[in-house]
């Protein structure tokens, strides 16, 4: 789930229309262009020039629905050269440029798992961005942005020095983001920033980059909940997840970002054909969440089932309880005051409850070097290497004790059997009690390391156009635990860690029928290590591993049929992708053992088919016309082997197979349309409208509820109803945005204005932006609704303000 | 066209200063303490003789009865309910929520208001609950929400005094339901010695037969999920103390915790149980 919700703020922040990326069209560069393709058969490639309407309209206008391209999230952001992403997945990379997406300036953006220019990279969707001095003149700009839901208000500036002396320019940006607690249900935003980055020409065409970034973020999270609260509260940003203290609002679950980022960047050019760029990075900081925790005590969780008014079977109480809370939607969140108050008439003040923070602090290496050499006339390869080397050491404090002197330092998941030490986080140090700020809990470090050299060989011919790159690199990581658990006291450290290939090869043909038809194919395979939290089954207390964790298998195939003429665009590309011997880990609470378990399965195959298609038009003056299509299928190939082991020791508790065969692998839609209509009225103004329409949304499974246990024990309708895939109502948004932009003379500078405002779900649609089965299932009588679905519902009508002025 | 464009700017500033300070949150009031203003107050001798045995009565009138806790949940001897009591007797509310001892402990004045509630009984045992559901044949009972435990449960005053009512064999009888009692000079039967006081590996509750040296028994009932359910009874005599309940005939006595008997004197044995006396009576700690 935090992935999830993690994915989503990270759309969120690419939906920004100042994002980069947006205006993904790339012009081919003067070393692109070869004086020998002027032959009369040379056909000319022109596909650079494509906007890619699909992915643009997925990525801004179609998150409401989790519409995700080929039904897999899957892009990779290049920052300076650097590809953020490693086996050490306790700390998400996408925060570390948190609040300068609008700072970094776009290179390159390319979809579907097509070749990019810059780099190899083997599955689908690329951004490749620089954080370095792009303007060769000095420049100032500042842009403020204000929205009345979940973006908040930002201003942000940068100033670009243009050439000085001994060659160098260098770039200065800095913002600042908020959303005032209460103002807004959903909670409150705190972000700043700064940038600065450095770039020196040296002699023999050879340059320098430095940037430096420094990045805060502190901001509460949304959760997902019953369809029920957002009934009783008839709010559609209702929010379960924090309550009043002290006559204010108060938000327990938040999360935190410090992050500083050093790259450094050589480039060396031989000559036009012969290039080197070597850039290395050190990011560090800690990123951290908090949330409520509580033991021995009532469930303080304002949507919990036995708290509502679905879970009472008289109706008359029933009615009862809903007119309460329509009366008093207080009872709708938590009351911290009457947790404060029982904590303090506890015995001896210790917190029943209390507010956890969780850290994960990092270091991480991370470095790039490619090089480039066109051969002859028609060929041209790149040479690379990917390698990073990081730390993460995750840990938990308390940041309030809800009115309580001390929490104690025992690890409250495990079942309690009798033993004096099966309960203790650091049996070194036994019964400690941990007041604010103090360290308590697991408390363990993950180390990882990756090499990946990889080669793209580009050969084009009059006719035809065919890449093949492939990389071959070496995946570790291990942990490091500081305390000694209770139930694994001999699992202290392990300094022998698990070694894992990775390899793929990928190729790609374009045939040129004409300068306006084209024919691509893309064959792709491939092996990825495990990442390091899909590998360890609990690293918070042992080094285990998770039987099931082996290195996923890819393959994947693409063709695609692309018309591009002056007034209408037209791609269609069918696609096919089968990831295999995937594993899943969770731990949950069992109702029929009564007690907290893991519950494991693998070898997951899932395969995803569909169809995309866009067209372009812009056959009315003024008017451009677009339109995109998804058909896609998303599903499990194989029922798999799973196993229910208790937490305390990991004995078997169940094992069985999990009935998923052609169950839904993705909550993206199955059908989904969109339309987009921009009118440009004059060369400053601009008018658009975005509208999405989509078709059967799954709903995301617990695959344990589809287990040999369940089928087992229930009856047939009520199993065939479990085989059953569930959909969200079929449903449409639409976008709506209009822009402004014009030039002016101030002082003898030029001064550019730019002013946009977007409204967002202008028809004020209640719609879910994904909905799940909770991990938790009445394992005993098996009743359906009893641990009903949980939803996140979009906020509804919003709008945001853009203003730009930039002087020259 | 300065002063258009400063209208502009002028035009803009309003909008950022309304985004930025208009609250769209709507501040939520506290539960209204005026709730239940007007309900009177009776007490729980007079409302326990609103029932019947056996019967359901449904509370339509706004009353509301005042009393002390005297047993909760804090060591799971009792689940999802507590029980109060005035100077005229006690009873049982059903309540639907756990760590009820947080909220309610022992010794708080709490007044509950009984519009809309049922009363009933379990095996002639009187409780106030939320709903009940006959439709199976059989009576099955739920607790008041947690949600709605604000509605019908105010907390007066917390540490409240409480007096245990010593009474003999002779005394017990229905009135004393739900009330905290003190009963002296009493023993486990011989039997009951040396076990324990439930069966904690199976949570299995047992009853345990306590005798007065001046004849009588009561069992003393104990849940399987008691964290004291493993400890071992004492074998001798002396006095105990705790909420007097029935099972059908079975007059029953369920302790809060350990500290509610003491039973380390002489058992009543030879002379002194020829004198109805027990030897070197013990006290409860206050």
């Given amino acids: 789930m935090q992935k999830r919700i993690a994915c989503i703020v990270v759309v969120i922040l690419l939906q920004n229309p100042f994002v980069f990326g947006q205006e993904t069209a790339s012009i081919p560069s003067e070393n692109n262009l070869d004086p020998t393709q002027n032959r009369m058969d040379w056909m000319p490639t022109l596909l650079n020039a494509n906007s890619e309407l699909l992915f643009n309209t997925v990525q801004h206008n179609g998150n409401l629905f989790s519409w995700q391209l080929r039904g897999i999230q899957n892009t990779a952001v290049f920052v300076d050269g650097i590809h953020w992403s490693m086996a050490n997945s306790n700390w998400n990379t996408n925060h570390l440029y948190q609040g300068f997406y609008n700072a970094l300036h776009s290179i390159a953006s390319v979809g579907n798992g097509v070749f990019a220019e810059q780099i190899y990279y083997p599955q689908s969707h690329l951004f490749y961005a620089t954080s370095f001095p792009y303007e060769s003149k000095k420049q100032w700009a500042i842009q403020t942005n204000i929205a009345n839901r979940n973006y908040g208000n930002a201003l942000s500036m940068q100033y670009h020095s243009g050439r000085m002396l001994h060659d160098w320019r260098y770039r200065i940006a800095g913002f600042v983001q908020w959303m005032p607690p209460a103002s807004f249900v959903i909670g409150y935003k705190k972000s700043a920033g700064a940038l600065w980055s450095a770039e020196r020409n040296l002699p023999h065409r050879n340059s320098i980059q430095f940037s430096l970034i420094w990045n805060f973020n502190d901001q509460s999270k949304v959760n997902s909940t019953l369809k029920e609260m957002y009934e009783l509260s008839g709010q559609r940003d209702y929010q379960s997840n924090w309550g009043w203290y002290h006559q204010k609002p108060y938000f327990p679950s938040t999360s935190q970002n410090h992050t500083a980022v050093v790259t450094v960047q050589f480039n060396k050019k031989w000559d036009v054909s012969q290039t080197m760029q070597w850039s290395n990075a050190l990011a560090f900081g800690k990123q951290g969440q908090t949330s409520l925790e509580w033991n021995h005590t009532a469930d303080p969780r304002p949507d919990y089932y036995r708290y509502l008014p679905s879970y009472l079977p008289d109706s008359t109480l029933r009615n009862t309880l809903t007119d309460w809370f329509f009366q008093h939607p207080s009872a709708l969140q938590i009351s911290f005051d009457a947790l404060e108050k029982i904590n303090r008439a506890s015995p001896n003040h210790s917190a029943y409850y209390m507010v956890n923070q969780a850290w994960n602090q990092f270091v991480s290496w991370q470095g790039a070097i490619r090089y480039t050499q066109n051969l002859k006339q028609y060929w041209n390869f790149i040479l690379g290497a990917n390698y990073g080397l990081d730390r993460v050491r995750n840990y938990n404090q308390i940041k309030n004790l809800l009115g309580g002197s001390f929490y104690n330092n025992y690890n409250y998941w495990t079942n309690d059997d009798g033993s004096v030490s099966s309960f203790q986080n650091d049996i070194t140090h036994p019964d400690r009690k941990i007041t604010v700020g103090e360290k308590w809990g697991p408390d363990y470090a993950i180390d990882a390391i990756h090499l990946k050299p990889w080669l793209q060989l580009h050969n084009e011919g009059p006719r035809w156009e065919n890449y093949f790159g492939m990389s071959v690199g070496l995946q570790g990581f291990r942990r490091m635990g500081f305390t000694i658990n209770g139930l694994y006291p001999n699992d202290q450290v392990v300094p022998v860690a698990p070694i894992f290939p990775n390899w793929d090869f990928k190729w790609q043909a374009l045939f040129k029928y004409s300068g306006r038809f084209y024919l691509r194919a893309i064959a792709f395979i491939g092996s990825t290590a495990p990442q390091a939290d899909a590998y360890f089954l609990q690293p918070g207390i042992s080094a285990l591993p998770n039987p099931y964790a082996h290195s996923l298998q890819e393959q994947s195939g693409d063709l695609s049929f692309i018309y591009h003429a002056p007034v209408i665009k037209w791609t269609s590309s069918l696609y096919w992708k089968r990831i295999s011997n995937a594993s899943i880990q969770k731990m949950f609470y069992h109702d029929a053992f009564a007690s907290f378990v893991y519950g494991i399965a693998g070898d997951l195959q899932t395969q995803y088919t569909g169809w995309e298609a866009s067209v372009e038009t812009q056959w009315i003056p003024q008017w451009q016309i677009g339109w995109v299509g998804n058909l896609q299928q998303n599903i499990y190939m194989q029922n798999v082997p799973y196993r229910i082991l208790f937490l305390n020791d990991l004995h078997i508790l169940d094992e069985g197979i999990l009935w998923i065969r052609h169950l839904p692998a993705s909550n993206s839609p199955s059908w989904t349309q969109g339309l987009s209509m921009i009118y440009q009225a004059t060369s400053t103004w601009k008018l658009g409208a975005h509208y999405i329409l989509a078709f059967q949304r799954p709903i995301e499974m617990d695959l344990f509820r589809r287990s040999s246990w369940v089928k087992n024990k229930v009856d047939n309708l009520s199993w065939q109803q479990m085989q059953q895939n569930s959909f969200l109502q079929n449903q449409g948004v639409l976008n709506v945005f209009v822009s402004k932009n014009f030039l002016q003379k101030w002082n003898n500078k030029l001064v550019k204005w730019y002013a946009s405002a977007s409204v967002r779900n202008a028809l004020n649609t209640w719609i879910p932006v994904f909905a799940y089965e909770q991990t938790r299932f009445d394992y005993v009588h098996f009743n359906a609704q009893r641990y009903a679905i949980k939803y996140l519902m979009d906020q509804g009508l919003s709008f945001s303000l853009h203003v730009q002025l930039q002087f020259q | ?286």
């Fill in chain 2, 1 to 286: 066209m300065k002063q258009k464009r400063n209208y502009t700017i002028l035009a803009y500033a309003i909008v950022v200063y309304l985004l930025i300070t208009a609250a769209c949150y709507k501040q939520v009031l506290p539960i209204d303490p005026q709730l239940h203003m007007n309900d009177s107050t009776m007490s729980i001798q007079a409302f326990r003789k609103w029932h019947t045995m056996g019967m359901v009565e449904w509370i339509g009138q706004p009353v509301a009865i005042e009393g002390v806790v005297v047993a909760n949940d804090e060591h799971d001897n009792w689940y999802k309910s507590i029980c109060i009591q005035d100077n005229t007797g006690g009873i049982v509310i059903q309540m639907d929520g756990l760590s009820l001892y947080q909220n309610y402990p022992i010794g708080s004045l709490i007044k509950v208001h009984l519009q809309h509630l049922f009363l009933t009984d379990y095996r002639r045992m009187l409780q106030v609950v939320a709903d009940v559901d006959t439709s199976t044949g059989s009576l099955t009972t739920m607790g008041i929400p947690k949600p709605l435990f604000s509605k019908f449960i105010t907390i007066i005053k917390e540490d409240a005094p409480i007096h245990p009512l010593q009474v003999g064999y002779k005394n017990l009888g229905d009135s004393l339901q739900g009330r905290l009692i003190q009963i002296n000079a009493v023993e486990m039967s011989a039997l009951d010695t040396g076990s324990t006081y439930a069966d904690a590996r199976n949570k299995l509750g047992a009853s345990k037969s306590i005798k007065f040296c001046t004849g009588g028994t009561i069992y003393l009932r104990t849940s399987g999920y008691a964290d004291f359910a493993a400890a071992k009874t004492q074998s001798g005599n002396g006095i105990l103390m705790g909420i007097y309940s029935v099972y059908n005939a079975e007059k029953q006595i369920m302790l809060r915790d350990t500290n509610d008997i003491l039973l380390t004197g002489k058992r009543c044995t030879g002379a002194a149980w020829l004198q109805n006396l027990p030897q070197n009576n013990p006290k409860l700690p206050n």
